[in-house]
């Protein structure tokens, strides 16, 4: 099938890279690190796969050894890579630094990392009309000529009716400085009708320290006549989640589980996430409050369940996991 006919549920823009995850070895030899793929929004647009939806990422990885790798990765877990350049830079890598808690920390090697070299002319051909969601992050703002295509993308997308979603993915060492990181994810969330966001980053773009109440701010701040924000999920790490609107809201519990490495855990959550909002069929308003507490569970489960594994996109479990351990866990540890 031509690749402009055919309809997409989720579409996710922005980077594509390895990340050099940590492997336990015997004490007094040096470190080891396992290559895995990763990027945030290609972890989404895989969970999103995982999870049933027809998914395509957009972005950019370099001509080398890893990004013929990263192809293959997106290819064989279903997610469509027509849209995915070779740029003649290298690809962009990130060494995972993981506590004694399995929290995650990252070094990134970009100068320029490939997936900075996406240009507006490499959206030219998608079908922004035939897709449902348009989801990105702040990552791919960090430079030019990234920048320029994530907003072109952006701007298309809200022309073709997609529901946009976005993740603020705050990486205080990828930006010369903290203001322009925070001025560039403002700028991001004009377009956003979906937001998953962190505690952390909550407070870092409000100022205030209650998770409902630094949300409701951005919800009054960015859902105006400009606006388009309708519905912001607030993860919680280990406690779960919260969901609010702008008239009402809910918590989740999270499910305890056995932690090796969070890497990806936040994208396992939003991509099973949006899967589950594409099957309802509605829209964003008119999802009832029980409604959007089950998809939050089913989330929930994804994260924790990627949690238990190495690595981000290795670690993405399929629906039929997801849905075994959602019906069979009373917060008992998986």
Not at 24 to 49: D, H, L, S
Not at 308 to 325: Q, V
Request: glycine letters at 10%; proline letters at 4%.
């Amino acid at each position: 099938m031509d690749f402009r006919e055919q309809t997409f549920d989720i579409a996710a823009l922005g980077e594509l890279l390895i990340d050099f995850t940590p492997v336990k070895i015997q004490q007094g030899m040096n470190p080891c690190f396992e290559q895995n793929p990763g990027g945030a929004p290609a972890n989404v647009a895989v969970a999103g796969a995982k999870s049933g939806c027809s998914t395509a990422f957009i972005g950019a990885v370099g001509n080398d050894s890893f990004g013929t790798f990263l192809r293959q990765e997106l290819d064989s877990r279903g997610v469509n890579t027509d849209y995915l350049k070779q740029k003649p830079s290298g690809t962009t890598l990130a060494f995972v630094h993981l506590d004694k808690t399995g929290n995650r920390s990252f070094s990134f090697y970009r100068d320029p990392g490939a997936d900075t070299l996406l240009e507006p002319c490499d959206l030219q051909d998608f079908p922004f009309e035939k897709c449902r969601i348009f989801h990105t992050g702040s990552l791919s703002l960090t430079a030019e000529p990234a920048r320029s295509a994530t907003f072109s993308a952006l701007e298309k997308a809200v022309s073709g009716g997609a529901v946009i979603s976005c993740d603020p993915n705050w990486r205080a060492n990828l930006w010369k400085s903290e203001t322009e990181g925070l001025s560039q994810i403002r700028s991001l969330l004009e377009f956003a009708e979906l937001v998953k966001i962190s505690e952390e980053e909550a407070f870092l773009l409000t100022g205030i320290t209650d998770p409902e109440t630094a949300t409701r701010s951005l919800l009054n701040q960015y859902s105006g006549k400009e606006g388009r924000m309708k519905l912001v999920v607030v993860t919680c790490g280990a406690a779960g989640c919260l969901w609010v609107r702008k008239n009402d809201n809910g918590a989740v519990a999270g499910f305890p589980v056995k932690v090796v490495d969070t890497t990806g855990a936040g994208d396992a959550f939003w991509g099973a996430f949006l899967a589950e909002f594409c099957r309802t069929g509605k829209n964003t308003m008119d999802l009832s409050p029980e409604e959007l507490t089950g998809i939050c569970r089913y989330a929930n489960v994804a994260g924790a369940l990627c949690s238990t594994r190495r690595g981000a996109i290795s670690a993405l479990a399929d629906r039929a996991e997801i849905l075994e351990k959602t019906d069979k866990n009373n917060n008992q540890t998986l």
